[in-house]
Every structure is written in structure tokens, then in C-alpha cells.
């Protein structure tokens, strides 16, 4: 019988114990993760209003995301470059005009929830 094929009093064969541990190492990581969830994504307040602008899933011009933020362009830019590279939004030529460059989320992109409001007339306690 080839190695690893020699069955113990229960039936099983190493292969068979290993395969049943690596499982039980899988399930119970999964486990935890289900449990405990993903690790929270760190996203600065401007990368949070961004996300929040395009979770709609539609892509925003780069001029009217400036705009919106209350930033100039180039610091727009710099803001989306950097949230290219950890590949939460993606850039894309407008069809209709190809110097027009929107923003638009990628499905990997963190998904912010809108920002908790208090009821109308209610005070918020600081």
C-alpha cells in the first residue's frame, strides 16, 4: 500500500488525518472571520466623502469632486491617485469628451455608510 494509504483502526489514512485537520484550521479561521468580521478599512475624512460621493455607483467628473470637497483640482487628483493605487476607485474617460476624466468606484472599493443623522428637531448631545 503506497505511503500515507495505510489505514488506521478508525479507517482513516494520514492523508486523510492531515486533510481533516487542514480542514478544521479553514473552518474555524472562517469562523472567526464571520464572527469578528473584516478588518476595518482606515480611510481619512476626504477618502470617506469621496466614497460617499461615488457609492452610487455612477463615475463624477474629477473637476466636480474638487468642487464638492472643497479642494482644488490637483489636490483631487493627488486624493484619487492614491486611492487608485489601493484600487478602491478607478479613472475613466468620459465617451462623449475625451479630455473629461471621471472618478468611479470599483466593486472592491470600501463601502462608507451614509453619515448618521439625528431626527429633525432633535438635539444632538455633545
Same mark, same amino acid.
Given at each position: 500500500?503506497?505511503?500515507?494509504?495505510?489505514?488506521?483502526?478508525?479507517?482513516?489514512?494520514?492523508? =486523510?488525518?492531515?486533510?481533516? =485537520?487542514?480542514?478544521?484550521?479553514?473552518?474555524?479561521?472562517?469562523?472567526?472571520?464571520?464572527?469578528?468580521?473584516?478588518?476595518?478599512?482606515?480611510?481619512?475624512?476626504?477618502?470617506?466623502?469621496?466614497?460617499?460621493?461615488?457609492?452610487?455607483?455612477?463615475?463624477? @467628473?474629477?473637476?466636480?469632486?474638487?468642487?464638492?470637497? @472643497?479642494?482644488?483640482?490637483?489636490?483631487?487628483?493627488?486624493?484619487?491617485? @492614491?486611492?487608485?493605487?489601493?484600487?478602491?476607485?478607478? @479613472?475613466?474617460? =468620459?465617451?462623449? =469628451?475625451?479630455?473629461?476624466?471621471?472618478?468611479?468606484?470599483?466593486?472592491?472599493?470600501?463601502?462608507?455608510?451614509?453619515?448618521?443623522?439625528?431626527?429633525?428637531?432633535?438635539?444632538?448631545?455633545?
Amino acid at each position: 500500500m503506497a505511503r500515507g494509504r495505510r489505514r488506521g483502526e478508525d479507517g482513516a489514512t494520514r492523508d =486523510d488525518v492531515r486533510l481533516a =485537520d487542514g480542514l478544521r484550521q479553514r473552518v474555524a479561521e472562517l469562523t472567526t472571520l464571520l464572527f469578528r468580521g473584516p478588518e476595518p478599512v482606515q480611510l481619512s475624512l476626504s477618502q470617506a466623502a469621496v466614497l460617499r460621493r461615488l457609492r452610487n455607483g455612477c463615475a463624477i @467628473r474629477m473637476g466636480d469632486l474638487a468642487e464638492s470637497e @472643497r479642494v482644488t483640482q490637483p489636490s483631487m487628483t493627488n486624493l484619487v491617485s @492614491r486611492m487608485e493605487r489601493q484600487g478602491w476607485v478607478v @479613472r475613466v474617460t =468620459d465617451p462623449t =469628451d475625451r479630455r473629461v476624466v471621471k472618478v468611479s468606484i470599483t466593486r472592491g472599493g470600501p463601502r462608507p455608510q451614509p453619515a448618521a443623522r439625528p431626527a429633525p428637531g432633535r438635539a444632538v448631545n455633545s
